[in-house]
């Protein structure tokens, strides 16, 4: 069975602050994602990449970076957190060299004070 | 841009009645349409998804419906159980991309 593997799943941080979000997958998938969820707008997708230090930009990755260094983890940085990143962040990972279907982390619910 | 909007955002049936949730997509290369469940404080999960080379699939009390032409998938839950009620996330994408585009969530509440 598929592993996702996100490090916290209650984070509370303040302004102006960096944060770490890891996220670890035991299937030696490809491609790895992060989601931003709020309600009412699903499931955004910040950042994702398809290869060990590849990254590609998402639908809305401003004030975010990410860092993969090894196939298995998949890191997303918030360089200052900011409140409006108040969120629940999913990461996901997918096999294969396009796109199926997604396995998710249990999500790290992360409260910018 | 891509983009995928799902109707309705709340729906509430009785136990053992039918629940659909419709789905348009804007992108016409879009060929793969997954459908995932997320109950409450748990990680979304995928419970059917299709294909564009079929119009339908079919797994027990679950269906999936694709109209092509419309741009339109639909999800059907038949004979609906309480433990049906989560939220319902519609996704396309497309061959050669990695970006799943989803819908924005329907909350399904299935009283007893």
């Known amino acids: 069975d598929v592993k996702v593997t996100q490090s916290s799943r209650y984070l509370v941080k303040r302004t102006g602050e960096k944060v770490f979000l890891e996220c670890v997958q035991d299937?030696?998938?490809?491609?790895m994602f992060w989601y931003r969820q709020d309600p009412g707008l699903g499931l955004r997708l910040i950042y994702f990449?398809?290869?060990?230090?590849?990254?590609e930009k998402g639908d809305i990755p401003e004030g975010y970076s990410v860092s993969r260094e090894k196939k298995e983890r998949f890191s997303l940085i918030l360089e200052s957190a900011s409140t409006n990143q108040t969120s629940m962040y999913l990461c996901?990972?997918?096999?294969?060299?396009?796109?199926?279907?997604?396995?998710f982390g249990s999500g790290t619910q992360l409260s910018v004070l | 841009g891509e983009n995928v909007e799902q109707h309705p955002s709340t729906l509430s049936v009785q136990e053992g009645d039918s629940a659909v949730i419709k789905c348009t997509y804007s992108?016409?290369?879009?060929?793969?349409f997954p459908w995932y469940k997320q109950e409450l404080g748990k990680r979304p999960q995928l419970i059917i998804d299709?294909?564009?080379?079929?119009g339908e699939k079919k797994d027990q009390r679950i269906a999936v419906t694709l109209n092509k032409t419309a741009k339109h998938f639909s999800l059907h839950i038949t004979e609906t159980q309480p433990e049906d009620s989560a939220v319902y996330f519609c996704?396309?994408?497309?061959?050669?991309?990695?970006?799943?585009?989803f819908g924005a969530g329907t909350r399904l509440f299935v009283k007893a």
């Open positions: 996901a990972s997918s096999p294969g060299a396009t796109n199926e279907k997604l396995f």
């Open positions: 299937m030696d998938h490809e491609n």
């Open positions: 990449s398809y290869d060990v230090k590849m990254k």
């Open positions: 992108d016409s290369a879009s060929n793969y």
């Open positions: 299709i294909r564009s080379n079929v």
């Open positions: 996704a396309a994408s497309k061959t050669g991309g990695f970006k799943t585009i």
